[in-house]
Structure formats: structure tokens, C-alpha cells
């Protein structure tokens, strides 16, 4: 398995007790040791208003991480387009791009100030899932339904502060043509105006798309002949139809002569299995803040942790995320992420991890490229 690369996504993520400076230092850290480890790329996550994640802007945090190091890919994963232009994309990468060429992916992703549009159904999907498996095992929990979200005023700011005021986000797939367009320097405006962002025309960057479905997205990736990010880790349940709903849509183009798809997964490894779970203990805690509305919380502690008093409906909360993290010995978890790799079709997989304490953290992914490369 180790001709499947392995990559890494960091949320940047405050533990309790500790500070953003302190996360952001870890970050550069993890991305210098992961580069030594092996891993292929690292990508940076967007979030806002959440005390436990100090990723606020891709841009910025890769730009200082690729000043830190030589060889690793850098990257977003991804920026959010519901409240940015195209223009500021290209411009923002393109001078990361000038200083560090060819080593930059820029994933774009729909949400972001945008306001949530109505959700589709459940896809078919070539894979068949019984009793909630595919037919290697692997879990494909029920849809997630975040429609108790939709009313949430601390969402509905987030929107706000995002936006200009009277703003309208524009068409995510018009705005990516608009990216591609300015990227090669074919960008013209409806009255046939040119427009040439320096920096940024001609950078060296690799442009993915993330999502979690079947549905805009992976159409958008597939009819550019993007490369695709499939999100295990976020949506578990509708990862089977975003991968096929890519390579269904799919067309080739310069850069890509067939469909590439990365899946992400949440992971923890542990010297053994009781080690890893000890240091996962904070996991489900961390998720319900998130599906409560409330924002990530700073990663608790296994102590802190294990203080709160969980009812029936905070398990249903957070059980499809906890249910499909893998946490064990560097075996285990390997097994796990072979099995993922084989019912999506994963031509690689994207890796991340939370742990209270960074030391931690940095020890899972080394074990785990350890174990990796044995296989």
C-alpha cells in the first residue's frame, strides 16, 4: 500500500489550556516532521469562529509552513468561495506560488458566507451498501441531517461577518471557470475585457475540488478535469456517491487524462489499541460542539473529557463521526485505511488527526507512515 500516497490535513487545532500562537507553532512543527515522515502533501482547513481551530486562513498558514520547509506539497483543503472572489484566490496563491513554485495545491470548496441551499437525497451508488457495508466492511454510516443547523444565529453570523454587506455569492462552478480562467491567462469579461492577475497567471498550482457529495461539486471537478477530494471524515455516509459522482462526470483535460480522487479520514495510532483510544477520548466531545452549533471547542484533555455526562441524543449527535474514526495500533488503523482505499478507489488518502497533546499527534503519524511503508 505504499504506492498510495498519504497526505495530511490540519485544522490547526487548540488544545485546552493552551493558545493560537501555540497551535500555529505546533502546525509548522507537524508540517516539518510530516515532510520527514514521508507524507506527500499538507493541506490547511477554513474555519471561523471556533476557539478550538486557529486555521482561519489557508493562504497565511501555508505560506508561513512552506517558508519552513522544502519538499512537501502545501496547500488548502480548501479555501471557501462563498465569501471570497476569484481574483483574491488566484492573487492570494499566486504569490505564495512566485516564492515557492510547484509545490502549491489550491482546493476550493462550496461553503463560506454562502447560505445553505437545499439538500439532496441519498445517490445511488454502483457500490452496494448492506446492513450499512460495502462488501470489503467498510462502515457507511446513516445520511447526517443537519437541518437543525439551518436556524442557528451563531451560523447565521458567521454569515454575516463573512459577507460584504448586500453581497451575493457568485455561482460556485461560473467561479471556478473564473479561476481556471485567470490562472491561464484567458480570463475576459462578458464586454471582452481582459483581466491578468499579477502574480498568479501562470503559477504552478494544482487545483482540487472538495466536497462531500455526488452533487455540485464533484460535477464541477468532473466536467474541469479536476483532481477530487472526497470527505470520509466529514460526511461518511455520502462518500461512495462523491467519489462516483466524480468519475462519472469526468472529463479529461490538460493537466488530468483520468479522474484522481483523495479520501480523507480521521485517524489516532497509538502504540497499541488501549494507547490510542486514551488519546481519541476527546474526540466526541470535540465533534458534538461542532454539531451543536456552539463552534470547536478547544480539544479537551482525556480527563476533561471523560467529566462530560452524555445523553442518548448527544450520542446520536456524534455517532457517525465517531463510529468511522480510526483509532488503534499502527496495524489496525492501516488495515482500516487499506479498507477505505479499496471501496472508494482512493488513488490516495488524506490523513487527520487530533490529539490533545501534540506530541501525541505528531507520534500517530509517524506510525502510521511507519506501518505504511512496511505494506
Known sequence: MSG???????????????TAAEALHR?????????????????????????????????????????ATSTIRIGSGAVLLGHRTALSTVEEFGLIDALHPGRLDLGLGRSGGRPPGKTTGPLPTATPVVDG????????????????????PRIALQRHLLQQPNAQAQDYGEQVDDILALLRGEYRSADGI????????GAELQVWILGSSGG????????????FGANYHVSPATV?????????AFQPSEDLDKPYVSVSADVVVGEDDATAR?????????????????????????????????????RTLVADRVDTQFVGSPGRVA????????????????????????ADRVRSYQLLAEEWQRR
Open 27 to 67: 502546525t509548522i512543527d507537524l508540517a516539518q516532521q510530516t515532510e520527514r515522515f514521508g507524507y506527500t502533501r499538507y493541506w490547511f482547513a477554513e474555519h471561523h469562529l471556533n476557539p478550538g481551530v486557529a486555521g482561519t486562513s489557508p493562504a497565511v498558514v501555508l505560506a508561513l509552513t512552506a517558508s
Open 194 to 201: 481582459e483581466a491578468h492577475a499579477v502574480p498568479g497567471e
Open 240 to 248: 461512495l456517491e462523491a467519489a462516483e459522482g466524480y468519475r462519472a
Open 4 to 18: 498510495i500516497p498519504l497526505g495530511v490535513l490540519d485544522l490547526v487545532p487548540v488544545s485546552s489550556g493552551s
Open 335 to 358: 488495515d482500516r485505511l487499506e479498507q477505505l482505499q479499496e471501496a472508494t478507489g482512493a488513488d490516495e488518502l488524506i490523513i487527520t488527526t487530533i490529539a490533545h497533546d501534540h
Open 133 to 152: 457495508r460495502t462488501p470489503n466492511g467498510l462502515l457507511i454510516p446513516p445520511r447526517f441531517s443537519f437541518a437543525h443547523l439551518l436556524g442557528s
Open 278 to 314: 486514551e488519546l481519541a477520548t476527546g474526540y466526541g466531545l470535540w465533534v458534538r460542539s461542532i454539531r451543536t452549533a456552539e463552534g470547536a471547542i478547544p480539544f479537551p484533555s482525556p480527563e476533561q473529557a471523560r467529566t462530560h455526562a452524555w445523553t442518548d441524543a448527544d
Open 216 to 227: 455540485e461539486s464533484a460535477q464541477v471537478a468532473g466536467r474541469n478535469g479536476l483532481r
